[in-house]
């Protein structure tokens, strides 16, 4: 599965922090929610398409306290470097 998409709330501890992601092998698409950091509560929802995928990501970001920060583009390059 691939990172399409990774975001932050921009919140710290375990009550505030929320963070989301959106991966994909190319034919299913996972959206996964995580409440508190790590070992924090995770949720996670399989979709067909990138559509109903992105639809989650949107509600999930609306419903939660926190200015959302996309961290795309850093995923990316993290994961460039360690494939080197």
């Known amino acids: 599965m691939e990172v399409r998409g990774r975001w932050w709330n921009q919140s710290w501890g375990r ?4 963070d989301v992601w959106l991966v994909s092998d190319g034919r299913l698409w996972q959206v996964r929610g995580r409440l508190g950091g790590d070992g924090g509560q995770e949720v996670s929802h399989d979709f067909s398409d990138e559509v109903s995928a992105r639809a989650m990501v ?15 583009g850093a995923v990316r390059e993290s994961e460039r470097r360690c494939l080197g």
Do not use: Y
């Not at 009550?15 to 929320?18: D, L, N, Q, W």
């Not at 999930?60 to 306290?65: F, I, L, P, W």
């Open 15 to 18: 009550m505030a922090r929320r």
């Open 58 to 72: 949107d509600r999930m970001m609306k419903t939660s306290a926190g200015t959302w920060r996309d961290l795309t």
